[in-house]
């Protein structure tokens, strides 16, 4: 299994970029795949997710009402909307998809179930300037 994000770069506060993850492998279907973010000095956060099954998404409370997180289904892939960006956001974004050991996991969605299988993409950087 391959993941490859893209579509970061540097945009001015206020600006949007939507950011691609493309996941290959032989017959692969994930449980759920999402976002985290690094800045540099801090913590990882985990931004945005969605299931598979249901296409239920969750958001953190930083980003709430300005991200978006979507699938297409044939393509595999996965999309961050980034709206009315602002120099907080800025941060190497990872994409990340996963398949759950335990059943019971299936619908953790706040965060990368513990039981998961974890794969990760290579990162693209987010630069919002002021």
């Known amino acids: 299994v391959t993941v490859t994000d893209s579509g970061g770069g540097v945009v001015q506060t206020g600006g949007s970029l939507r950011l691609s993850c493309a996941i290959s492998?032989?017959?692969?279907?994930?449980?759920?795949m999402g976002w985290v973010r690094q800045a540099p000095g801090k913590e990882r956060e985990f931004v945005a997710s969605?299931?598979?099954?249901?296409?239920?998404?969750h958001y953190s409370d930083s980003v709430q009402g300005r991200f978006t997180i979507s699938r297409d289904n044939a393509q595999n892939t996965v999309y961050l909307q980034m709206n009315d960006l602002r120099v907080v956001d800025t941060a190497v974004y990872y994409c990340?998809?996963?398949?759950?050991?335990?059943?019971?996991?299936?619908?953790?969605?706040?965060?990368?179930?513990?039981?998961?299988?974890?794969?990760w993409g290579q990162g693209t950087q987010v630069t919002v300037s002021s």
């Open positions: 990340t998809a996963w398949q759950v050991q335990a059943p019971w996991e299936k619908d953790v969605l706040a965060t990368i179930p513990p039981s998961a299988n974890v794969w």
């Open positions: 969605i299931l598979w099954n249901t296409d239920s998404t």
């Open positions: 492998g032989r017959a692969f279907i994930p449980d759920g």
